[in-house]
């Protein structure tokens, strides 16, 4: 799929020693680079105006990531590595490239290839930005700041917990309003961003939703049977299952104890409804709040405190030696740096020093 481009944007076929993929790129060639990590059901299209809007002396780089865009379809993502494909496909494009350092941003999904880049490569990275991201313990089947999991298999996590309906629709190209819960088009409207605000690039958004790749060895991944209430697990495929906690492994550990460590800026909306402590696309809160039968209660399946859980996680990187910055941004929702590009500019740029 063809999604048109910004003015100022150029978009690139890059081919590295893992994957090939669309790159975009903003600002002169020898500017210091700045990396951009998009989320889940986009594509680096979600970045363009915040590239354009860079001081002169920076270059920005947006890759489409595996099973996103217009990544080889061919390349599927090992979720048993967690996001480990993910944040070694990016320190390729680097290395093909010829870039050494840069700054960093992720959003979303790409907030949770940050943490993995931070805990296996610290010292290519000045500094770092998450937008909206996904708790460090993964999405889904935890239910505490440590990172407890509800059951061993990490039930409510992964591939099956994904609205088969709007994958189906994402597939088809469906670019309707008809039932706005599995439209891709309310979804993005809906979710993405706090009504009633919509972009006024839209369509190329929702191009970029739709350019996602569909299916059980992609987008939302495969899935098991459980046991366990909501009697769904991960399986071993696509990005979905690759935030399932149960892939986490020791890398929280080892981002608390990585050294460098770069500062970290965290920026998210005062009403994010996908990354929350009590997020509306979360098994814990579904069935808390009853639209999932059969919920055990919240001695054993509460919402999961994804935002407490990123706080507490960068409380311990604070105290081993790193710094961070929290900021809220108000009456904005998961995408702030699109609904409120301006005022997300003006911290992004002061904390990479450009300001």
Known sequence: MTIPTLPGITAKTITTPRITTRVLFAGADDGTPILFLHGNASSATFWEEIMTMLPAGYRAVAPDQRAYGDSDRAKKIDSTRGLGDLADDAIALLDTLGIDKVHLAGHSLGGSVVWRLLA????????????????PYGYGGTKDVDGTPTYADFAGSGGGTVNAAFAQRMSEGDRSLDNPQSSPRGVMNGFYWKAPFVPAREEDLLSSVLAAHVGAEDYP??????TNWPFVAPGVLGPTNALAPKYVGDSIERLINTTPKPPILWVRGSHDLIIADQSLLEFGTLGMLGYV?????????????????????????AAN??????????????????????????????HIGAK
Not at 221 to 226: K, L, P, R
Not at 329 to 345: C, L, N, Y
């Open 221 to 226: 991944g495969d899935h098991v049977a459980s």
């Open 321 to 350: 030696g790193g710094k961070y910055d929290e900021i809220v941004m108000q009456e904005t929702g998961h995408s702030p740096f699109v609904e409120r590009p301006d005022e997300f500019m003006g911290y992004f740029l002061a």
């Open 293 to 317: 039968p059969g919920w055990p209660g919240m001695e054993i399946y509460p919402p999961q405190p994804m935002v407490s859980q990123t706080r507490a996680v960068l409380d311990k990187y």
């Open 120 to 135: 296996d490569y610290p010292d290519r990275f000045i500094t770092t930005t998450l937008v909206c991201p996904g708790s």
